[in-house]
């Protein structure tokens, strides 16, 4: 198993250009999270998706789109990206029920927005 | 709201010595408690868990005990190695099937030779 996978490793945007982040898992994991991380400041919820075919915003969703295309793919897609965007992106799925839950993370995303 | 505070870093040990890393949580209902470390250039991973008060959580030589009285959820280790040079997060999930953790803003760990 590979676990969950990410999509670019390191990627350099200008002001304004979009892109979509790619994840996938392959643990047949019903929940997906994207989250950004910034020094100080840990982990924030971008979104997540609790099942195929729903998704919900979570403490930071603004400048950002999500897609939960089947159950092993969920991808982050940035309009128009602006500096404050720059940070290092993180996808997870979830394994368990109710409260006693872990959260499996892929490696990450560098993004720099100049 | 749900919060986690944890303490600031960052901490630099010597290789065997003892590690506290303090976390206090403010939370509805009765959370589920978490610590994941995340390794220079990597993703978080689990480290330990507690799902009750009075659970301790223990791998790989780190314990935390879910302690309701004082919201609390310290980590500690009795003799750190350079290889646990990291950054520890507490998290926590309520009851209620909520999907969301919530994280500290972790703490970087250094330990010296």
């Known amino acids: 198993n590979a676990g969950v996978t990410q999509t670019p490793k390191f990627q350099v945007l200008k002001t304004g250009q979009s892109m979509t982040l790619q994840c996938a898992q392959d643990?047949?994991?019903?929940?997906m999270y994207w989250y950004r991380q910034d020094p100080g400041m840990g982990l924030r919820l971008i979104y997540y998706s609790a099942s195929e075919g729903t998704t919900d915003k979570g403490e930071v969703p603004n400048g950002y789109n999500v897609s939960r295309l089947n159950k092993r793919e969920f991808s982050l897609r940035l309009e128009s990206a602006a500096p404050s965007q720059t940070s290092v992106y993180f996808c997870?799925?979830?394994?368990?029920?109710?409260?006693?839950?872990?959260?499996?993370f892929g490696p990450g995303t560098r993004l720099t927005v100049t | 709201g749900n919060s986690v505070t944890q303490m600031e870093g960052p901490v630099t040990l010597s290789e065997e010595a003892f590690l506290t890393i303090n976390c206090t949580y403010t939370?509805?209902?009765?959370?589920?408690l978490f610590w994941y470390v995340q390794y220079p250039g990597e993703g978080l991973q689990l480290l330990l868990k507690?799902?009750?008060?009075?659970d301790k959580g223990s791998n790989k030589g780190f314990e935390a005990t879910y302690r309701k009285e004082t919201t609390s959820f310290h980590l500690e280790k009795g003799s750190v190695q350079v290889s646990d040079s990291a950054v520890y997060f507490c998290?926590?999930?309520?009851?209620?099937?909520?999907?969301?953790?919530?994280f500290g803003k972790g703490t970087k760990l250094t330990v010296n030779p």
């Open positions: 939370a509805t209902g009765y959370p589920s």
């Open positions: 643990m047949n994991h019903n929940s």
């Open positions: 997870a799925s979830r394994v368990g029920t109710g409260t006693s839950y872990e959260q499996y």
């Open positions: 998290a926590l999930t309520t009851q209620g099937g909520s999907e969301k953790l919530v």
């Open positions: 507690a799902t009750k008060a009075d």
